[in-house]
């Protein structure tokens, strides 16, 4: 999803159960291939359940529900509003309740990308995260508002989430299977950087597995190659050039030509949760003058 993403995207809440830190960013990112890949104006909506738990962490059920509302062209760039509601049973009683909202903007060049994001659980604000982060031929330079006023540099070859998403598709249609790219999205604390690997699988014909949710029946779809992905995200911190390391999480999905995804598993290790897309609304796309 380009979130994401994004997003697109399970969250903070499982920092309310104990011995579950696990957080999910919203969304995909940018280094600049713009005009190359027009992205689908679109609203879509995912139900969320429980689809396996194993380990030590183990969840009796999970329901929830994500919002992807997404919006703008190469031109004017591409905005992002982002819910996502998840309720999760553990067992004994313990239910926590996330809600995360987010919105992002991102120009078509990938030069700059805004962000802001609320987390709650149980209705409690646990995070609050705005900031924004321009791209120059050196470096990324990210300026935060909040949690606290503070600045930093980035490597310059940074992905922010629009572009990550734009840069899958064009790998896709050239026949490969790997991408690897640093992304920035503005999660967590907005200073988290992910190491992540995409892998893209034998593209899927239109006629090919006809899906039967949400995009089923759509003429704007009907004609599109689509592809498996899968993409898990490492903390860059942590990357190691030897050994291997364990994603904090993986995200996979049907992804169509023009950026719409659907099919979602959000893999944690110890669990996966499913994103069955249940609506979808596409948008006019506004040209560019």
Excluded at 209 to 215: N, R, Y
Excluded at 248 to 259: D, Q, R, T, V, W
Aim: hydrophobic content about 40%; aromatic content about 8%; some cysteine.
């Amino acid at each position: 999803m380009s979130r994401i993403n994004t997003s697109a995207v399970l969250l903070v809440v499982l920092a309310a159960l104990p011995a579950m830190p696990v957080s999910l960013s919203a969304a995909p990112a940018g280094s600049g291939s713009a005009a190359i890949t027009s992205l689908a104006p679109h609203r879509a909506i995912y139900d969320l359940k429980l689809l396996r738990s194993r380990g030590k962490r183990a969840l009796e059920s999970v329901r929830g529900r994500i919002l992807y509302d997404f919006s703008g062209s190469a031109c004017e760039g591409y905005a992002l509003q982002f819910r996502q509601v998840s309720e999760l049973d553990s067992g004994e009683g313990k239910v926590a309740l996330s809600d995360l909202r987010a919105t992002t903007w991102e120009d078509g060049d990938a030069k700059n990308f805004r962000f802001n994001s609320q987390n709650f659980v149980d209705q409690r604000a646990v995070d609050t995260v705005d900031g924004r982060a321009e791209r120059d031929p050196d470096k990324v330079e990210v300026k935060l508002a909040k949690p606290k006023a503070k600045s930093f540099g980035l490597a310059k070859d940074m992905v922010f989430p629009t572009e990550h998403m734009r840069l899958i598709i064009e790998a896709a249609r050239a026949g490969k299977t790997l991408l690897e790219l640093p992304v920035f999205d503005g999660s967590e604390s907005g200073e988290k950087i992910y190491y992540t690997m995409t892998v893209i699988g034998h593209a899927i014909a239109p006629d090919q597995k006809v899906p039967t949710d949400a995009a089923a029946g759509k003429s704007e779809l009907s004609g599109l190659t689509r592809w498996p992905v899968t993409i898990s995200y490492f903390d860059q911190a942590a990357k190691t050039s030897e050994g291997e390391q364990t994603p904090i999480y993986a995200i996979g999905f049907e992804l169509y030509e023009n950026g719409i995804s659907r099919a979602l598993t959000l893999d944690y290790g110890d669990f996966v949760v499913a994103g069955e897309m249940s609506q979808l609304e596409l948008k006019d796309t506004a040209s560019c003058k």
